[in-house]
């Protein structure tokens, strides 16, 4: 145990390193730290840089940027997260962006979830690839981003002897705060405790044409891979606000013949895991309808098609986990009985007399 003169050495030793006392909390700038007062050993902040590399030297980067802990999901707001974006697509018209490539900073739709679009090509373009002389350059989206709730994904293409990585990322954020500051004076935001950003950033050299679309896949599957919780142990990925649309409910027996049509409606909902509920499952991706869709699995074994991954990018799919998971009659049944029971109205193309699927509509009626 330390004696109390111990005790007092110690903190005035404290007190000497923090140098003289300011006032009012108010702390000296980097031009008022004398060299007397700089201590290598508590001065310091390890880089987390690659050592070595020209962050002016141009290509490409994959930049991670957090939101400070105290913030949390401060990007969650629909207008917040336009905002986010619109200050990216900025950045190569502002002197602290020189150096960016604007055809290759992408755009991000701000609806639904925040998906971002999926890779484009600059229509009738005859340089496909570099677009060097296209009119249109500065809206290809070959290299997307997408604002999360608490974190910022992007790729970054830039030029050879301009600003370094660190510069662009830096202006970016604090152009972010400037924004939503003034989002705040004029009620538009909601004040936020200290800091939105945390002071780091994380970033991936981009060496290969196969990295950059294995990471532009990545960015634009980010949004919808996030689970959101519903209650009741109910979990989905996907576009969450297609929960709140009115339900078409699909259900069908085996052996059902294919039906003339299919009715319109807002969203359909379904396991659809008969025969016939696989193909018209299969009808409605390409119809390019919105779908709640209940699968035999977990949403870690959920296996994802073409169809379903166009769909969940394009904010039309909300895949949802049920409490069976095993593929059993019991859980077929439970998935149809969770289908009754949500949708706001019903489509029964055909029920086998006798079936499982027969008896859950007479129970569900007599229940009313």
Known sequence: MKTLTAIVDDRREQAERKGPDYGHGHQPDCGEMSAAQYNPEIHHRRSIRLKGHDYAG?????????????????FADPSVRKMVGQVWEMMP?????????PALLGTQSPAGAGLVPALGT????????????????????GCPYVVMPDHFHALVCMQRGHATLGNIVGAFKSMVVHEY????????????????WHRNYYEVIVRTPEAAENIAKYIRMNPWRCVTDFGNALRGIGNPALWNQPKLGVLCSRNAPRPESIPDAACYLGGFHSPMEKALFARLLALKKPLIWCPAWGLEHTTF???????LEQNRMLILEMRHRDGTLAAAEQRNGFVIEKADDLWIPHVTP??????LLKEQANCK
């Open 58 to 74: 141009g290509g490409m980067y994959f930049v991670t940027i957090c939101a400070h802990r105290n913030a949390g999901r401060i």
């Open 93 to 101: 018209q502002s002197p602290a962006g020189a150096g960016l490539v």
């Open 122 to 141: 600059h229509e009738g373009c005859p340089e496909k690839g570099t677009h060097e002389g296209c009119p249109k350059k500065g809206t290809h989206k």
């Open 181 to 196: 500051c003034a989002g705040v004076k004029a009620h538009r935001f909601s004040p936020f405790p200290g800091k939105i």
């Open 305 to 311: 098609t073409p169809g379903v991954v166009e769909a």
């Open 354 to 359: 006798g079936g499982m699927l027969e008896r």
